[in-house]
């Protein structure tokens, strides 16, 4: 039995905001689900993406891509007056990651991790240490990692996911 997702230029260009809305995604009756991460991936064909959309998925990719590996997302756009938390996530060792996801087409204005500069790195530490401090947040934990997952993805290929663990 063939398993394969076929997708029209159409569907590509008009793709839902849930990936598992579209009727041309979901498995027949007794077969598995389509992983979520080619769905996703898929999603990186539109065209017509804006740069907010861009960032938004390329950051439910990252999400997708961590609990792939075993982490739990805690949670996703946390926001505190020193700014933003991409995603928070455990690993299955019990460490904390805060996790800044930047997403590019291409490298024309740098790298996705060149993003991440010196004032940014210095506000997700102070965003950092405002989620640890909320005591709805407090648990046991081996430590706290703030990684960068820079993905590139140019239109008409697959994604590519560069994972700096331990970036500042």
Same mark, same amino acid.
């Given at each position: 039995?063939?398993?394969?997702?076929?997708?029209?230029?159409?569907?590509?260009?008009?793709?839902?905001?849930?990936?598992?809305?579209?009727?041309?995604? !979901?498995?027949?009756?007794?077969?598995? $689900?389509?992983?979520?991460?080619?769905? /996703? #991936?898929? *999603?990186? %064909?539109?065209?017509?993406?804006?740069?907010?959309?861009?960032?938004?998925?390329?950051?439910?990719?990252?999400?997708?891509?961590?609990?792939?590996?075993?982490?739990?997302?805690?949670?996703?756009?946390?926001?505190?007056?020193?700014?933003?938390?991409?995603?928070?996530?455990?690993?299955?060792?019990?460490?904390?990651?805060?996790?800044?996801?930047?997403?590019?087409?291409?490298? !024309?204005?740098?790298?996705?991790?060149? $993003?991440?500069?010196?004032?940014?790195? /210095? #506000?997700? *530490?102070? %965003?950092?240490?405002?989620?640890?401090?909320?005591?709805?947040?407090?648990?046991?934990?081996?430590?706290?990692?703030?990684?960068?997952?820079?993905?590139?993805?140019?239109?008409?290929?697959?994604?590519?996911?560069?994972?700096?663990?331990?970036?500042?």
């Amino acid at each position: 039995m063939d398993t394969t997702l076929s997708f029209s230029s159409e569907d590509r260009r008009r793709a839902p905001a849930d990936p598992f809305d579209s009727p041309s995604v !979901r498995a027949p009756r007794g077969e598995a $689900a389509p992983n979520p991460l080619d769905v /996703l #991936a898929f *999603r990186f %064909a539109d065209i017509d993406l804006t740069p907010r959309q861009l960032g938004a998925l390329g950051e439910q990719y990252a999400a997708a891509w961590l609990e792939r590996r075993g982490c739990t997302v805690l949670d996703r756009n946390w926001r505190s007056r020193y700014g933003e938390l991409d995603i928070i996530a455990v690993t299955p060792e019990h460490i904390v990651l805060f996790v800044e996801v930047k997403t590019r087409r291409n490298a !024309r204005y740098g790298t996705p991790q060149e $993003a991440v500069t010196a004032h940014k790195r /210095l #506000a997700l *530490r102070r %965003a950092g240490v405002q989620w640890l401090l909320c005591p709805e947040h407090r648990m046991a934990h081996r430590g706290v990692r703030f990684d960068v997952i820079a993905i590139t993805a140019p239109v008409g290929a697959s994604p590519t996911v560069n994972h700096i663990r331990e970036a500042f």
